[in-house]
């Protein structure tokens, strides 16, 4: 049996799902979101998804069960050679969802562009290329101190230092000299 429990989350709450609690999601909608909350949701009017969400809830009370309690949600995995990318997809249970509170950290901070990227207050919204331009600056935050992580195990600090090297990426908290240099 379908029930439309409410729920106190919105689109672009970054959240985690009960079973998975170290994997952060940022909420796209949940099925039982009918056409005024999709609206306040900042979905727009003219969207199939939203006209039809009186008729989808109508069919979910007479003929849904508990696999229709659903979510849809942006998140990270990696795929097979360890790089993050997003996804996005359909969950189970939306009774399983809870607020995330910690903080963004690496690449999971690409969650808080999405979840700017979607906000349902449409003047707070983040622009498209706004979005694609923090996207890429957090991977390549990312990159570069995993490739400093690296070079500072197998190469000599001496050698480094040599190099003029710092012990600076942009977003590291080791930065030593102050000037910047990479």
Known sequence: MWFPFPTPFHRGDILIDQKAPDTPIVLQDISTWGREELLRNGFSGDDSFVKNAEKRLEHYQRHGDTSDMNYYAYYLSADRTGEDHLYSEVFCSYLDLERYEKPLEGETKILSVVAGGILSDRQ???????????????????????????MEEIYTKESLEALGMVKKCLGDKRYEDGEGNI
Do not use: P, Y
């Not at 706004?130 to 935050?141: D, K, P, S, T, Y």
């Open 124 to 150: 707070k919204r983040a622009d498209i290329e706004l979005v694609c331009n923090a996207v890429r600056l957090f991977i390549q935050e990312e990159q570069c101190r995993k490739l400093r992580k690296w």
